[in-house]
């Protein structure tokens, strides 16, 4: 079945330093991929996605990749700030309704 | 603006007590999701209604239930809560064509305690 594996946590940078959370997937066909982020005692947010190969979705200074040759959908961001600390969650979804979720990262930035 | 609503934020309920939890969307999608998301884990997909046809999760303990009563409301039955049942519960929509489904959003989730 489909599945998504992130880089395990917790991630801890200093403000201003380079990030990259890395996600890989497993599926057959061409799923759809999503970065969510989630705020302490929040919902989910989309942060961004990509819909088809070679594809970059970005929002906020983050962008990911779309990879059908390495199936990856890394997370980055230039220039961290201390907001942006929260738990992010690489998913899935691949025509049915599921949305199939990574294990989740949690960044904590310094000041 | 559109949005997926939960009320309310924070639930107490007492051990065995029936409670419900509420989810609204303006966004007038046609599916509607309830997630159960445990401390430090990912959302646990419950249930979820395609239009008026409800799938229930192989695993979803039939403690859960819930009811559509038209597009915009969903909610989250659980009828004998206990402690396991603590969690945030997160409810979320999409819309879904013969093409697949679109992206999901998702509310600010009900932070659900039995005491």
């Known amino acids: 079945g489909n599945s998504v594996t992130q880089m395990e946590g917790p991630v801890t940078l200093s403000e201003e330093a380079f990030l990259t959370i890395n996600c890989t997937y497993t599926a057959t066909g061409y799923p759809s991929l999503f970065w969510y982020v989630q705020y302490p005692g929040e919902g989910l947010q989309l942060l961004l996605k990509a819909t088809k190969a070679d594809d970059k979705g970005s929002n906020k200074g983050f962008e990911a990749t779309y990879r059908k040759e390495t199936t990856s959908f890394h997370l980055e961001k230039g220039s961290v700030q201390v907001s942006d600390s929260a738990v992010y969650f690489c998913?899935?979804?691949?025509?049915?309704?599921?949305?199939?979720f990574g294990q989740g990262t949690r960044l904590t930035i310094n000041p | 603006d559109a949005m997926v609503i939960q009320n309310p934020r924070y639930q107490v309920t007492q051990f065995g007590k029936p409670v419900t939890l509420s989810c609204s969307q303006t966004l007038n999608h046609n599916v509607m999701y309830w997630y159960q998301q445990k401390s430090s884990q990912a959302p646990k997909l419950l249930f979820h209604y395609y239009d008026k046809d409800f799938n229930n999760e192989a695993d979803t303990p039939d403690n859960f239930q819930s009811r559509r009563p038209n597009t915009s409301f969903c909610f989250l039955d659980i009828r004998s809560p206990g402690l396991g049942d603590a969690a945030m519960y997160l409810c979320?929509?999409?819309?879904?064509?013969?093409?697949?489904?679109?992206?999901?959003?998702f509310g600010p989730g009900t932070r659900l305690t039995v005491l």
């Open positions: 998913a899935l979804t691949q025509g049915a309704q599921k949305l199939v």
């Open positions: 979320a929509t999409s819309r879904a064509s013969t093409g697949g489904v679109d992206t999901q959003y």
